[in-house]
């Protein structure tokens, strides 16, 4: 509208500034004041020393964070791509479908995987029947994975798909007119069209996977710590070590930017490079 | 001179809309050829089909000729530029120009030269690195027709490239495609439904309506020789008149009776006329055919149009020289002026297949009306006839039967409206402006139709 703020509109942000400011940055410069103190209050690198030995930790959870976010991409860029395509109906109805699962206790769902899993779990019980297995699949990496792929493919479907209605489809025919089969209409058109909302996609699945330990302590079993059950120990658990928790989370948060940093990175080096 | 792309008998149906009905069509190589219709004439689907988005039911379509119905999009020597440009919104000018030469793998030298030389015909030179979406919509236009030529096409498709530009910058484009497809002599096919645009750019347009072609002809022999009233509607101004042709070379209308060029039309046959308003001469009363007054003047720039009533019947007439209205005129043209066509409905009745569903209940369509003393068995085929007046148009929710308009041509005095329904055409008059190509509501008076049972009829 171009106004100027009134003095009623700039009222109504306070209670959101408020509980922005109790609920995020007091408890971030708690983790940070933790991260850097000892338990006596000395300013210290020594907590960050200490966890290095969880590097493997560290490295694990973000491979399996990267391969259930690859997972998800793979699955639902051409899922978003159909539905894009759709009717109206069609893709309200397959936007629902969806969105089904989400209307769910995120711990109810993954309570589910589990009793699918289990040793006794009723896949197992119905391979029976036919004489195969029994298979262990919970309490392993591939438990993990599918966890946060199915806990987390909404949140890739959704944007890819916001973004690929905007794909008009005389782009895609005019690709196909200039001599680009299925292929290159991918790669050249497709592909870079959707990047927005891969970017997106990439940022909401890798996160919360990246980070999460209800998936891995209920699907992983003890073998599987993620970075996500360490530092929930740190706090929760009978060693309760807030510094050491923080500066995990420290760290942890470090990586995200990092990586987010550079895949943002390459979505702007990708246009400029298609631009030579 | 072999043609250069066939269309033999093609036909499509979508979603039970019958979209093309046997187009069949020749082109020549080097002709800028333009498809001239009304919106859902089918002008955009035909020239989908040849670029390959669109796959015909039947019939074939021929490239030099070679059948390409099978040859996917991609691999067509056609290209296309889109209604609204679809230019790709992550490339600058240079690499959506250079799209299609990339995929064909050439060296990055001669892709460069030849993007260049083709940004240099459409005059963006210095705009390489722009991105698209800063471009003014001319400009736009300018690089998606970059794109298509510089791939050398055998045929460059154009679907109304210049439908979202202003007035002065479509004339501008339009004369500036004309001098591109003449220096490089490639087969244009233009889509439009801008019937002025298509006499000024075309050696040959294709005039099409409801799927069918009506006519193909030069600019010239479409304006001066209309196949039937829709042309001549369609195409510049017209007066159109029903007519009787009484013999060879010679036509009733307006109350009498005129020598004229035309025959082989049979005797007292019904027949449309045409006379253009600017081939009339308004003159002193008696020295015309007709006599007429005129009712009502509007100044146009070059000239004046005049509205003549004369017998009934209202005349456009344009003329330099104004005649004030109220005043007595003439009304004076030659055989020469006067276009005979056939009819688009045959016949001046409606004949319907009905058939006697209870005593003195007659069906026909999905309607029954009640007739006093049928005295016909249950089960008897009669035959309908029912007069253009007695079907009144009306609003859908209280008609009698839901129509498709197909067309709507002003006959001086009334519309004549062909409609269609249960795969039958109706022919009606009506008063009123309806739009061409949807669905209308129409009433029947019941008591106006005639009853004829069919001789043979079966019982039972």
Redesign the interface.
């Known amino acids: 509208m171009g106004r100027k703020k009134s003095p009623l509109t700039a009222f109504l942000t306070v209670p959101y500034l408020v509980w922005m400011a109790i609920f995020v940055l007091v408890p971030l410069g708690m983790v940070l004041y933790f991260g850097f103190t000892t338990a006596e209050g000395q300013f210290t690198f020594q907590n960050f020393q200490s966890v290095l030995k969880y590097g493997d930790t560290f490295f694990k959870s973000i491979r399996l964070s990267l391969v259930a976010t690859v997972i998800c991409l793979v699955l639902a860029f051409p899922l978003g791509y159909i539905m894009s395509r759709m009717g109206e109906a069609g893709q309200r109805t397959m936007l629902l479908l969806i969105m089904l699962p989400m209307w769910m206790s995120f711990l109810l769902r993954t309570y589910g995987w589990m009793t699918l899993l289990e040793n006794e779990g009723l896949i197992n019980r119905f391979l029976e029947l036919f004489g195969i297995g029994p298979l262990s699949m919970i309490n392993t990496e591939g438990a993990v994975v599918l966890g946060m792929v199915y806990n987390y493919l909404p949140f890739m479907v959704l944007p890819l798909h916001s973004i690929m209605i905007k794909i008009?489809k005389?782009?895609i025919?005019?690709?196909?007119?200039?001599?680009?089969?299925g292929f290159?209409v991918l790669i050249?058109?497709l592909i870079?069209?959707s990047?927005p909302g891969i970017i997106t996609g990439i940022t909401m699945v890798f996160v919360p996977s990246v980070s999460t330990f209800v998936i891995s302590r209920m699907l992983g079993g003890g073998k599987n710590v993620l970075i996500g059950d360490l530092i929930e120990q740190q706090f929760l658990g009978t060693v309760y070590n807030p510094q050491a928790g923080s500066a995990m989370a420290i760290i942890l948060m470090v990586l995200i930017l990092v990586i987010m940093g550079i895949i943002n990175r390459f979505d702007s080096e990708e246009?400029e490079g298609?631009?030579v | 001179m072999n043609p250069i792309l066939e269309l033999k008998n093609i036909t499509l149906t979508l979603e039970d809309d019958r979209i093309l009905d046997n187009v069949s069509l020749s082109i020549e190589d080097g002709q800028f050829v333009t498809f001239l219709g009304p919106s859902g004439c089918g002008k955009t689907t035909t020239l989908r089909i040849i670029?390959?988005?669109l796959s015909p039911d039947q019939g074939d379509v021929s490239f030099n000729g070679e059948r390409i119905n099978d040859l996917?999009?991609?691999?067509r020597p056609?290209?296309?530029v889109?209604?609204?440009y679809?230019?790709?919104?992550?490339?600058?000018v240079f690499?959506n120009v250079a799209?299609?030469l990339k995929?064909?793998k050439l060296s990055k030298e001669e892709i460069r030269l030849r993007v260049m030389e083709m940004l240099e015909i459409v005059d963006l030179k210095g705009f390489e690195?722009r991105k698209v979406n800063r471009l003014s919509g001319g400009q736009q236009q300018r690089v998606a027709i970059a794109?298509?030529l510089v791939?050398q096409p055998k045929i460059l498709l154009l679907d109304e490239p210049l439908g979202a530009l202003d007035l002065k910058l479509r004339k501008d484009m339009q004369i500036e495609l004309m001098k591109i497809q003449k220096k490089l002599k490639t087969t244009f096919i233009y889509v439009t439904h801008d019937q002025e645009e298509a006499l000024t750019m075309s050696d040959m347009i294709v005039v099409m309506k409801d799927g069918e072609i009506q006519q193909i002809g030069r600019p010239e022999d479409i304006y001066n020789e209309p196949k039937n009233a829709f042309v001549a509607d369609f195409i510049g101004e017209s007066n159109i008149f029903d007519a009787v042709m009484e013999k060879d070379f010679e036509v009733s209308f307006c109350g009498g009776t005129f020598p004229c060029l035309d025959s082989g039309f049979g005797e007292h046959k019904p027949v449309d006329v045409v006379l253009r308003p600017e081939d009339i001469v308004l003159t002193e009363p008696k020295e015309g055919n007709l006599k007429g007054v005129v009712t009502n003047v509007v100044f146009k720039g070059v000239h004046y149009e005049m509205n003549v009533s004369c017998n009934g019947l209202d005349w456009v007439v344009h003329s330099t020289r104004l005649s004030p209205v109220g005043s007595e005129v003439g009304l004076s043209f030659t055989p020469d002026d006067i276009h005979i066509m056939k009819r688009l409905f045959d016949g001046d009745e409606n004949y319907i297949l009905g058939e006697v569903t209870d005593e003195n209940t007659v069906s026909f369509f999905d309607l029954s009306f009640e007739r006093e003393g049928l005295n016909l068995p249950v089960g008897t085929r009669v035959s309908l006839t029912i007069s253009p007046k007695s079907i009144e148009v009306v609003s859908i929710d209280r008609a009698d039967l839901k129509v498709y308009l197909e067309s709507l041509i002003y006959k001086g005095d009334y519309n004549e409206l062909i409609v269609y329904t249960h795969e039958e055409s109706l022919l009606l008059h009506s008063y009123l402006d309806q739009q061409v190509a949807t669905d209308i509501g129409i009433k029947f008076d019941f008591d106006a139709i005639t009853v004829t049972p069919l001789s043979g009829g079966q019982n039972g």
């Open positions: 008009d005389s782009i025919e005019a690709a196909e007119d200039l001599g680009a089969n290159y050249k058109v870079p069209l990047l246009m298609m631009m | 670029a390959g988005f996917p999009a991609y691999k056609v290209n296309t889109f209604q609204r679809a230019l790709f919104p992550h490339l600058n690499d799209f299609g995929l064909k690195r794109r298509a791939n």
